[in-house]
């Protein structure tokens, strides 16, 4: 029943501060629902420190749920597959090598950059971090979230050719990421001898080629469960099956389920919506997977807004979080720059494709859940404290001034769909 309650109160408070959102505010979607979530936190916070013991008891709340299995064990598999079934997979495939490249060099490349940097940095503010858990925070904080990016893109018009490598590279780099965290992390617990070259390349083979070959089995056996029936009732309930199945089913074969399930939706939303269902059926997909992804999504945001309410976050976390939002930026616009400039005689680009690739490579609830998944014995609440600054930075500040970017530079295709509208 507690967890019954708990979901509850936050799709309730998710409703509100939807509605007011709506209403008053008028900012994109996730944005404003973390906006409000963020300044209630705020405010709770000051109220607190007055005496409302309500505070005390809306921390406990918040502290009992567990943000990095919510997200990563629960809620990424869903998002995940809702954004991927509507990716163009022929332009996916026209981008493959540079997404490839930008989802595996640009991580490593990332995490070596910003870990290094800050490395040399902590000491300035009297705080010194073993260069093992500065990697640890570069690779936690380089994959761009497709949960924070897919929504905000669509808002923006973007170039498609510029969005299809923004998107592509966001569903794929969390699942390297992953496999990067692991391995550092266990190098961090147990030592180099125990985490070899042999033991991390296993690790890889087994996480990521072993989550994509089981994506692409699960996509298959689901495009050909969909083709043999015409049942919009029974086709939503195989894609929802294949989601949270094959997500049980990675986790038992410790396989990357975000890979396996990106690979099953651009499977299902290629071959599956065009050749395997009929109109009403799309449309009844389409319908149930875009609002279980504006629920999910809607909670997610929710969440991290509340976040505040149990982060002891100091002024020097601040100061170094204020200094990591720069790490991060220059990270990503030379992670991004440099395998780009490789594939270039491939790959045509510019700077104002490389300027739109660096501010709209937004970070979100994955970097804030592998954070949170750090023991005590490691500085977890200084990495914690800082993950959150860039997050809240790259959701806020980035999210909504990607768009402007985006229209000032040229690459957008035309007005916003409110504008089409007419309201």
């Given at each position: 029943?507690?967890?019954?309650?708990?979901?509850?109160?936050?799709?309730?408070?998710?409703?509100?501060f939807?509605?007011?959102n709506?209403?008053?505010?008028?900012?994109?979607?996730?944005?404003?629902?973390?906006?409000?979530?963020?300044?209630?936190?705020?405010?709770?916070?000051?109220?607190g420190k007055?005496?409302a013991?309500?505070?005390?008891q809306?921390?406990?709340l918040v502290?009992?749920i567990?943000?990095?299995?919510?997200?990563?064990?629960?809620?990424l598999?869903?998002?995940?597959?809702?954004?991927a079934?509507?990716?163009d997979?022929?332009?996916?495939?026209r981008?493959?090598?540079?997404?490839?490249t930008?989802?595996?060099?640009?991580?490593?490349?990332?995490t070596?950059?910003?870990?290094?940097?800050?490395?040399?940095?902590?000491?300035?503010?009297?705080?010194?971090v073993?260069?093992?858990y500065?990697?640890?925070?570069?690779?936690?904080?380089?994959?761009?979230d497709p949960i924070?990016?897919?929504?905000i893109?669509?808002?923006?018009?973007i170039?498609k050719?510029?969005?299809?490598?923004?998107?592509?590279?966001?569903?794929?780099?969390?699942?390297?990421?992953?496999?990067?965290?692991?391995?550092?992390?266990q190098?961090?617990?147990?030592?180099?001898?125990?985490a070899?070259?042999a033991?991390i390349g296993?690790?890889?083979?087994?996480?990521?080629v072993?989550?994509?070959?089981?994506?692409?089995v699960l996509?298959?056996?689901?495009?050909?469960a969909l083709?043999?029936?015409?049942?919009?009732?029974?086709e939503?309930m195989?894609?929802l099956?294949?989601?949270?199945?094959?997500?049980?089913?990675?986790?038992?074969l410790h396989?990357?389920?975000p890979?396996a399930?990106v690979?099953a939706?651009l499977?299902v939303?290629?071959?599956g919506?065009?050749?395997?269902?009929?109109?009403i059926?799309r449309?009844?997909?389409?319908?149930?997977?875009?609002?279980?992804?504006?629920i999910?999504n809607?909670v997610?945001?929710?969440?991290?807004?509340l976040?505040?309410?149990i982060?002891?976050i100091?002024?020097?976390t601040?100061?170094?979080?204020?200094?990591?939002?720069?790490?991060?930026?220059?990270?990503?616009?030379l992670?991004?720059?440099?395998?780009?400039l490789?594939?270039?005689?491939f790959?045509?680009?510019?700077?104002?494709?490389?300027?739109?690739?660096?501010?709209?490579?937004?970070?979100?609830?994955?970097?804030v859940a592998?954070?949170?998944?750090l023991?005590e014995?490691?500085?977890?609440?200084?990495?914690v404290?800082?993950?959150?600054?860039?997050?809240?930075?790259?959701i806020?500040?980035?999210?909504?001034?990607?768009?402007p970017?985006?229209?000032?530079l040229g690459l957008?295709t035309?007005?916003?769909?409110?504008d089409?509208?007419g309201h």
């Amino acid at each position: 029943m507690e967890l019954y309650n708990t979901l509850a109160l936050l799709i309730v408070v998710a409703a509100i501060f939807g509605y007011i959102n709506h209403r008053l505010l008028k900012l994109p979607g996730v944005i404003g629902l973390m906006v409000l979530a963020l300044v209630s936190s705020l405010l709770a916070i000051a109220m607190g420190k007055m005496g409302a013991d309500w505070v005390v008891q809306a921390g406990q709340l918040v502290r009992g749920i567990d943000f990095h299995a919510v997200l990563m064990q629960v809620m990424l598999s869903f998002l995940l597959f809702a954004g991927a079934l509507h990716v163009d997979v022929s332009a996916l495939g026209r981008q493959g090598l540079a997404i490839g490249t930008m989802a595996t060099v640009g991580i490593l490349l990332s995490t070596f950059l910003i870990g290094t940097a800050f490395y040399y940095l902590m000491p300035l503010f009297g705080q010194p971090v073993a260069y093992i858990y500065c990697l640890l925070f570069g690779v936690l904080i380089s994959p761009t979230d497709p949960i924070a990016v897919l929504g905000i893109l669509k808002a923006a018009r973007i170039d498609k050719s510029l969005e299809i490598r923004i998107v592509g590279e966001s569903l794929f780099n969390d699942g390297i990421a992953v496999v990067v965290f692991i391995s550092l992390f266990q190098i961090a617990q147990f030592g180099q001898g125990q985490a070899t070259p042999a033991v991390i390349g296993q690790l890889f083979l087994v996480e990521a080629v072993g989550g994509i070959v089981l994506g692409a089995v699960l996509g298959y056996a689901a495009y050909w469960a969909l083709r043999t029936i015409d049942n919009y009732q029974v086709e939503v309930m195989i894609t929802l099956a294949l989601v949270m199945g094959g997500t049980a089913l990675a986790t038992t074969l410790h396989t990357s389920g975000p890979l396996a399930i990106v690979v099953a939706g651009l499977i299902v939303g290629s071959k599956g919506r065009e050749l395997g269902m009929s109109d009403i059926t799309r449309e009844y997909l389409d319908k149930f997977w875009e609002i279980l992804d504006e629920i999910l999504n809607a909670v997610l945001f929710v969440l991290i807004g509340l976040e505040m309410l149990i982060l002891d976050i100091s002024r020097t976390t601040l100061l170094v979080g204020l200094v990591a939002i720069v790490l991060t930026l220059v990270a990503r616009w030379l992670s991004v720059g440099v395998p780009l400039l490789l594939l270039k005689r491939f790959y045509p680009f510019n700077k104002q494709m490389l300027r739109v690739l660096t501010w709209g490579g937004l970070r979100g609830g994955i970097s804030v859940a592998l954070a949170l998944s750090l023991p005590e014995s490691m500085p977890r609440d200084l990495i914690v404290g800082v993950t959150y600054v860039v997050v809240i930075f790259s959701i806020i500040v980035q999210g909504l001034t990607i768009g402007p970017l985006v229209k000032k530079l040229g690459l957008s295709t035309g007005p916003a769909p409110d504008d089409e509208a007419g309201h």
